[in-house]
């Protein structure tokens, strides 16, 4: 492989028609089902299949179909077959739905209206994941330039990511026998420790999310009148939080939350601390003089891939501060999401969770615990010697560093699928989603010259996976 060929290639491809497409898949608000229910009717998620879908059937690669896949009532799919040189199957994966807007956005800033600077892309769902299907395809015409051969290569890129891949399974089941059995998965979905090397994701925590409300009266009161003998909701939902986490550390009493750290993933947390140091926390947009709740690299590394943790992320029943009038209210509702060790059953953390919550409730108020979404998280089989020697040279050909390990706190539900699905499979899960990114928030960005050399690694992951078995030999 012409190391310098592939660099040269995928900044053409990247600088010519990636961004400016990009670009205009950031104009649409083509926001997940869970925040648009009528995303259908409004079309914004079919427009940016189509406008992906374009894209992709404007590249010179041999042996190439594309096609959108719908099924009734779900959300599209975008299906990219390439043949190749084996009877060998590579599943590489993404996501084309986005996050809501969010506010907060810097200003000349948006969701919807992309703007670059500084060589990052700025603008909702470039990063997560608009890029993955780009950098997948532009991956295989890397080798294709160079002659070198691929195993048959399916794209798959879902529109319900962002909001647990419900819709996933059902076209998984319809388009099996056009899947096949994949021996390697590549997915863009991931974290990034920082913008420097290849980051290889070995872990995905679960996450439950649901609503806890907790009503006192039937409408609200005077709070003259009622207070002090009438307990305010927001004191019930206080006490009821503390069953679930301690306020002062952050940790959950529950067992069902919390799960055996392997010793392989202490040491990759070790070994990635010492690369990221201070980076690990200072990542962060911190207000004032807020601190990290531990002083430890590797203990936030723990923390954040495999311990429980819970935030509160959405509120009902609370009128706007401008709009508060001196009154009892009869109610308060929390979106509490919890993120979950990658080996936690989902199931049972949500019965648990909803068992204590629900259970003897402070001063006899009326609580009420409704499960939204319970997914499991994903641990990562054992690399094969191929896969880490090829991230390995991959990462020093393109980035010039060697390749570090770590897990992720967020959810990827897919990996979790394919690893029921087909066991023994390998993965190669990394991203663009690095310091500052700020996926799902304000001022989410791609950075771009990152996008580039992860499209130049998959290239390398691709070339040595059909070569593997004489990798394997030459070892």
Known sequence: MDHARIIALTDQIWDETIVPTLCDYVRIPNKSPNFDPDWEKHGYMDEAAELLAEWCRQQPIAGMSVEIVRLEGRTPVLFIEVAGQNDDTVLLYGHLDKQPEFDGWSDGLS????????????????????????????????????????????????????????????????????????????????????????????????????????????????????????????????????????????????????????SARHEQAVAAAAVLGEGVHRRFPWAGNTRPVATDPVELLLNNTWRPTLSVTGADGLPASGSAGNTLRPWTALKLSFRLPPTVDPEAAASAVKRTLETDPPLGAEVEF?????????????????????????????????????????????????????????????????????????????HIAKGKRVTACVAQVLADHFEREKVAVAA
Request: proline share 7%; net charge negative; with cysteine.
């Open 111 to 262: 969701p919807w209206e992309p703007v670059i600077r500084d060589g990052k892309l700025y603008g909702r769902g470039g990063a997560d994941d608009g890029y993955a299907v780009f950098g997948s395809l532009t991956a295989i015409r890397a080798l294709q330039d160079q002659g070198i051969p691929h195993a048959r290569c399916v794209i798959l890129i879902e529109g319900c990511e962002e909001s647990g891949s419900f819709d996933l399974p059902h076209y998984i089941d319809h388009l099996e026998d056009r899947i096949g059995t994949p021996s390697l998965v590549v997915c863009l979905d991931a974290e990034c420790g920082n913008y420097d090397q290849l980051w290889c994701t070995t872990s995905l925590r679960g996450n439950l999310v649901g609503t806890l409300k907790a009503s006192v009266l039937t409408e609200g009161v005077h709070s003259g009148g009622a207070s002090g003998i009438v307990p305010s909701s927001f004191r019930v939902m206080r006490l009821l939080l503390d069953r679930i986490e301690d306020p002062a550390t952050g940790s959950s009493p529950l067992a069902e939350l919390t799960g055996e750290i392997p």
């Open 370 to 446: 409704e499960v939204d979404s319970a997914m499991g998280g994903w641990n990562a089989p054992p690399v094969a010697p191929w896969l880490a020697d090829s991230m390995q040279r991959a990462s020093q050909a393109f980035f010039g560093k060697p390749a570090l390990y770590m897990g992720t706190g967020g959810s990827i539900p897919f990996m979790g699928m394919l690893g029921e699905k087909f066991p023994g499979v390998q993965f190669l899960v990394t991203g663009v989603l690095g310091p500052n990114s700020n996926a799902h928030g304000p001022n989410e960005f791609l």
